[in-house]
């Protein structure tokens, strides 16, 4: 069965150091999206993806945070520098059609 | 600004009784609805959806049911199983943007 791939699972840094994390959305999906989900609430949307163009980054910290998408199939959400509040679950997700969202494990950001 | 609200934070059901999930949501022009169920460290699992021209979909023990008038939706299991213990997700889209709006999640725990 499809799924969308994320690496790592968890990564635990210190503030003010840089951080990467990685999407491979289901084979064919032109649309991704990265959210973020701090404890007790629900993910929110960062940054979408249209192929390798960017729909909608209007909640991406843009002066901490970057995304591409540069071939149009995997992504990359890097954060630089991390700050203690950025602690959260990092979500990948990829979809056919808007509707129905299928999401990544997601990796586990822990900024000391 | 909360769009999709999960006002019951967590919910305790005994094995093989109904549960009976929440969403209350305040954007009239939502029009597709879905029930998202996350596992610790997992990803988001797409649960059952509806769109707004309807007022009910079933998928096995799982209903949903949409009240527009009163802007609320309700996730029905029946009969719940203890592998059903998981948050669940309420999300929404339409309006304006094209993006999926997710509430804060309630827990729901089956016990034997």
């Known amino acids: 069965e499809a799924e969308v791939a994320q690496s790592p699972r968890y990564k635990i840094t210190e503030k003010s150091q840089a951080v990467a994390f990685w999407c491979d959305p289901i084979s064919g999906h032109a649309t991704l999206y990265w959210y973020r989900q701090i404890l007790g609430q629900g993910p929110e949307l960062l940054v979408q993806f249209q192929d390798e163009s960017v729909v909608d980054d209007s909640q991406l910290p843009k002066d901490r945070f970057s995304a591409e998408r540069l071939k149009g199939v995997d992504s990359t959400l890097k954060i630089q520098p991390a700050e203690l509040g950025d602690s959260a679950m990092y979500l990948c997700?990829?979809?056919?059609?808007?509707?129905?969202?299928?999401f990544g494990p997601g990796t586990r950001l822990t900024v000391l | 600004d909360q769009q999709v609200k999960q006002n019951s934070p967590s919910l305790s059901v005994q094995e093989g009784r109904i549960s009976i999930l929440n969403c209350d949501y305040t954007n009239s022009m939502f029009d597709y609805f879905l029930w998202y169920k996350k596992y610790p460290a997992e990803g988001p699992t797409f649960l059952i959806s509806i769109s707004s021209i309807k007022d009910k979909n079933e998928d096995g023990r799982f209903t949903v049911f949409l009240n527009k008038s009163a802007k609320h939706l309700s996730l029905h299991i029946v009969p719940s199983q203890p592998g059903d213990s998981a948050v669940y997700f309420c999300?929404?889209?339409?309006?304006?943007?094209?993006?999926?709006?997710f509430g804060t999640g309630t827990r729901l725990q089956v016990f034997p």
């Open positions: 997700a990829s979809s056919l059609e808007s509707n129905e969202q299928f």
């Open positions: 999300a929404a889209y339409g309006g304006y943007t094209d993006k999926l709006i």
